[in-house]
T-cell receptor, first 111, second 117 residues
């Protein structure tokens, strides 16, 4: 079993829809959680990070962490064609810089 | 700042050849790392370094060597290329604690696409 599980999709939604992305993890020692966005043939860029259970909002993006269920989510509101990308969840232990990644979910937002 | 830079962008090797993938950052980041990305497998850590002169293995280190003689550079060497090393390679770096950064998580370079035939 992988440490971090993420449905690879692909996911195709119409413009304006809410995109919901999820990851589950097996090791409760993971405490710090990130979402990276990766456009085609580019490097991953940090989209959001959160270190506690609950919701964190940044514009159209909301990151949600449920440590009791070992489950994290990313929601994209009012999705735009420019949101079309692969979204990777990542997580790490406290005081350890190494990241464990999910496989990534490819999202296409149709105009 | 140029951020994290990687060269070359693309490379084709024959089995058994050796080469070095270059990675540099101009942000004075102490922590640097190398990942490979394969379809359906996300990014997997190859090697990492917490500062000049200090390196350690990640999840998939076999067939790769690293060294860190300066804070800025962290080259990845393939000793004898194999088709299983066909992948996209990303270098990343992380700011030290206590600086003016918005985030202390890793920043990635643009990647090197390697094909081994």
């Amino acid at each position: 079993q992988k440490e971090v599980e993420q449905d690879p999709g692909p996911l195709s939604v119409p413009e304006g829809a809410i995109v919901s992305l999820n990851c589950t993890y097996s090791n409760s020692a993971f405490q710090y959680f990130m979402w990276y966005r990766q456009y085609s043939r580019k490097g991953p860029e940090l989209l959001m990070y959160t270190y506690s259970s609950g919701n964190k909002e940044d514009g159209r993006f909301t990151a949600q962490v449920d440590k009791s269920s070992k489950y994290i989510s990313l929601f994209i509101r009012d999705s735009q064609p420019s949101d079309s990308a692969t979204y990777l969840c990542a997580m790490r232990y406290p005081n350890d810089y190494k990241l464990s990644f999910g496989a990534g979910t490819t999202v296409t937002v149709r105009a | 700042n140029a951020g994290v830079t990687q060269t070359p962008k693309f490379q084709v090797l024959k089995t058994g050849q050796s080469m070095t993938l270059q990675c540099a950052q101009d942000m004075n980041h102490e922590y640097m790392s190398w990942y490979r990305q394969d379809p359906g497998m996300g990014l997997r850590l190859i090697h990492y370094s917490v500062g000049a002169g200090i390196t350690d293995q990640g999840e998939v280190p076999n067939g790769y060597n690293v060294s860190r003689s300066t804070t800025e550079d962290f080259p990845l060497r393939l000793l004898s290329a194999a088709p299983s090393q066909t992948s996209v390679y990303f270098c990343a770096s992380r700011p030290p604690a206590g600086g003016p950064w918005a985030s202390y998580e890793q920043y990635f370079g643009p990647g090197t696409r390697l094909t081994v035939t």
